[in-house]
């Protein structure tokens, strides 16, 4: 029953701040509206970045592995969370005592707990959670991303409206996703990152971004597979799975059929496909023949022309 009772507490409490949360952005319209305007630092904050402004400040967890607790206040002060006024202990509810008593977890297990913190009001923590990279989380996976992975430092966070947040999708996945032998460690699918830049969707998203377009109005990888809930492809439940493709598709192509979706490699070679292995070593012969047969006409002229000189002479 006291569990019970402190459960049901604990979500009021996170409901009450998510609550606490929303209203403080909706009171922000003006600084939100302006990307580069900084919102006003509170007593409480300043209290604390008068000591976290150091450069070189790090806490040691139980496990020995160091975190940099550097924060920068002009960078805090233009993130969204302080343009939304929010103070240092409304996610560092632990840190009020000082000096700051030393880590009594290892890194993993405050990471964790940070992505719980997030997700007092953010309902997308719940979706995460259900995802392939939160159960892995949960499960004490240090290898696997948390909030502040995809979205950068906490006191960092620019909107994901932004252009160059949805620009630096690809790069933020292929972070991981890029290495062969973490995706071999973890089971899953090697080569996807290669497979989606050598395709049309992954050539056009590269060319706009070395050019800095302004949008990027071609499928990046949360478009397909989500951005919290990610599922394997295997999992009926993913937007990835074969009888969730077509709808997925028709997020981008509203006329997308069957034969449409099924056209995806699904991160493959295009070459593991037998009909277009075969149409593609057929055209490796036919091109090989063709040049060789050049070359060789071009040598047979040459001949011809030096036995024509030698019989004039």
Same mark, same amino acid.
């Given at each position: ?26 009171? *922000?319209?003006?600084? *939100?509206? @302006? ?32 975190? +940099? ?44 707990? &940070?992505? &719980?913190?997030? *997700? ?20 004490? @996976? ?10 950068? +430092? ?5 909107p994901v409206a932004n252009a160059q947040f949805r620009a630096g999708i690809v790069d ?61 492809? +295997? ?19 509203? &006329? ?51 036995? &024509? ?5």
């Amino acid at each position: 029953m006291m569990e019970r009772t402190v459960t049901g507490l604990a979500r009021a409490v996170s409901t009450v701040l998510g609550a606490l949360v929303t209203a403080l952005l909706l009171a *922000a319209p003006a600084a *939100a509206a @302006d990307p580069g305007a900084g919102g006003a630092l509170g007593e409480s904050s300043q209290e604390c970045l008068s000591c976290h402004e150091s450069e070189g400040m790090t806490a040691v967890f139980a496990d020995g592995q160091e975190l +940099d607790v550097h924060v920068d206040p002009k960078t805090f002060a233009s993130s969204v969370h302080g343009r939304a006024g929010l103070e240092c202990d409304a996610c560092h509810a632990d840190a009020g005592e000082y000096p700051h008593p030393a880590p009594s977890k290892s890194l993993p297990v405050w990471r964790l707990e &940070q992505q &719980q913190t997030c *997700a007092w009001c953010h309902s997308e923590g719940e979706d995460f959670d259900l995802g392939a990279h939160g159960r892995a989380l949960t499960r004490g @996976d240090p290898y696997v991303p948390s909030c502040t992975t995809c979205h950068g +430092d906490a006191h960092a966070i620019a909107p994901v409206a932004n252009a160059q947040f949805r620009a630096g999708i690809v790069d933020t996945c292929a972070r991981c996703h890029g290495s062969d032998e973490l995706m071999r460690k973890h089971g899953v699918m090697t080569g996807t990152v290669s497979s989606y830049l050598a395709e049309f969707h992954g050539l056009t998203a590269s060319l706009l971004e070395e050019e800095k377009a302004a949008s990027i109005p071609v499928a990046v990888c949360s478009d397909c597979h989500g951005a919290h809930r990610i599922l394997p492809a +295997d999992d009926p439940h993913s937007s990835v799975y074969v009888t969730n493709l077509v709808a997925t598709c028709r997020k981008c192509h509203p &006329q997308a059929t069957e034969a449409f979706a099924a056209a995806w490699t699904m991160h493959r070679s295009p070459e593991s496909h037998p009909l277009v292995r075969a149409i593609a070593w057929f055209y490796r012969i036919v091109t090989g023949v063709a040049v060789a047969g050049f070359f060789g006409y071009i040598g047979l002229e040459l001949a011809r022309g030096r036995a &024509q000189g030698r019989g004039g002479r």
